[in-house]
T-cell receptor
């Protein structure tokens, strides 16, 4: 099925560990982004990419790295996990225009840092 | 400071009645607005959008109204159905590449 695939769905990390959250889309979307969802805060933009080889920071980029080597994939790397990074992470993609279709989101990764 | 505000964390409505979800924004550079719906353990799904050159957009039971002078938009759901029970996020965008989300309103439609 076409869409955005995120793996893993759940992850528990110890403080200081690193990991990569995977995101892949098969809709040939130019734009991809990572959000985190926290209670009362809505969705906050971490990093985004407007095409292969191009990335930029969002509202809350500290502690996260991204790269975009292909159109399909946009992994999010946690360099040294902290309890403040406990959250639900969503990857989204879209065509880079002002179409009325909005973003397509993945089903999320629930991360707990202990 | 939040640029997109949804001041009602929750809303309960009887089945068949109208649901009105409100959203306020602070940045006059926002020119594109969207509503997303989210069920538990799923990603948000796009619901409806409106450009700042319009004041109303309708899609079936869902209508979004935009009042630019008040920096306010609202989502109307008529008639409300139990399957509409979800968290609704208002979002706004100043350009192609950034979308700012509000904190969400949890809607419960009571049968």
């Amino acid at each position: 099925n076409a869409g955005v695939t995120q793996t893993p769905k759940f992850q528990v990390l110890k403080t200081g560990q690193s990991m990569t959250l995977q995101c892949a889309q098969d809709m040939n979307h130019e734009y991809m982004s990572w959000y985190r969802q926290d209670p009362g805060m809505g969705l906050r933009l971490i990093h985004y990419s407007v095409g292969a080889g191009i990335t930029d920071q969002g509202e809350v980029p500290n502690g996260y790295n991204v790269s975009r080597s292909t159109t399909e994939d946009f992994p999010l790397r946690l360099l040294s996990a902290a309890p403040s990074q406990t959250s639900v992470y969503f990857c989204a993609s879209s065509f880079r225009d002002r179409s009325l279709h909005g973003y397509t989101f993945g089903s999320g990764t629930r991360l707990t840092v202990v | 400071d939040q640029q997109v505000k949804q001041n009602s964390p929750s809303l309960s409505v009887q089945e068949g009645r109208i649901s009105i979800l409100n959203c306020d924004y602070t940045n006059s550079m926002f020119d594109y607005f969207l509503w997303y719906k989210k069920y538990p353990a799923e990603g948000p799904t796009f619901l409806i959008s409106i450009s700042s050159i319009k004041d109303k957009n309708e899609d079936g039971r869902f209508t979004v109204f935009l009042n630019k002078s008040a920096k306010h938009l609202s989502l109307h759901i008529v008639p409300s159905q139990p399957g509409d029970s979800a968290v609704y996020f208002c979002a706004a965008s100043p350009d192609y590449d950034k979308v700012i989300f509000g904190p969400g309103t949890s809607l419960s439609v009571i049968p």
